[in-house]
């Protein structure tokens, strides 16, 4: 089975401090993708940043970076100088050699003024 | 807004009752998924559309629910004879054939009562 782990229900953080959130997946096929969506209360999804499994280096967005580590099918997200604007749901998910994607249940990160 | 749109945003339902759903995807996008996301879950994959194919359904789209896309633009999802454990939320998305990032709407969140 493709499944996708996020083991942190819930984490909280204070505002500009740096805050990782976990995630493990766990497939047989060689060639996927990875994400990082966040959920604001009441609003839609939003892609954060996305790493194909292909690539070894780990990808960046502004604030946002992921830690890649192939082997150990790990794929947490860095969150730096963490914002207000930050506080949601932060969902991980991958597409495992097929269109639709494999969500965690993810975490809720609370960021404190 | 050029966004993905769904409607209603809400609906409540008396147990038994038949819904549908409307999806409006991002324009030219020609995939188009429908997700369900219950309390405290991540978004589970429903089924997805290249146009106007369905090419896919989840063991969890049971007899009751029914998707189609006729004309490979807007996408709509019914439940026939609702249970309570329909209640969730129901999210649809589009993308272009090739790309990684799905769009997300807003979704719709039924309660059955």
């Known amino acids: 089975a493709q499944t996708v782990t996020q083991s942190q229900p819930e984490m909280s953080v204070q505002e500009a401090e740096t805050v990782t959130l976990s995630c493990t997946y766990d497939?047989?096929?060689?060639?996927?993708?990875l994400f990082w969506y966040k959920q604001p209360p009441s609003r839609q999804m939003i892609l954060v940043i996305r790493?194909?499994?292909?690539?070894?280096q780990n990808a960046t967005e502004n604030r946002f970076s992921v830690n890649f580590q192939k082997a150990a099918k790990s794929f947490s997200l860095k969150i730096s100088d963490s914002q207000l604007g930050d506080t949601a749901m932060y969902f991980c998910a991958s597409r495992f050699g097929n269109e639709k994607l494999t969500f965690g249940t993810g975490t809720r990160l609370t960021i404190i003024p | 807004d050029t966004g993905v749109s769904q409607d209603p945003r809400h609906k409540i339902t008396k147990r038994g009752q038949n819904v549908t759903f409307r999806c409006d995807p991002i324009?030219?996008?020609?995939?188009l998924y429908w997700y369900r996301q219950t309390l405290g879950q991540g978004p589970e994959f429903l089924t997805y559309f290249q146009n106007e194919a369905q090419l896919e359904k989840s063991r969890l789209l049971s007899d009751r629910f029914s998707a189609e896309r006729p004309k490979g633009s807007f996408s709509t999802l019914e439940i026939q004879r609702t249970e309570q454990g329909d209640s969730a939320m129901y999210l649809c998305a589009s993308s272009f054939y090739g790309s990684n990032e799905q769009f997300f709407g807003p979704g719709t969140r039924l309660t059955v009562l």
């Open positions: 497939t047989s096929e060689n060639n996927y993708y």
């Open positions: 324009s030219e996008h020609n995939r």
């Open positions: 790493q194909e499994a292909y690539k070894q």
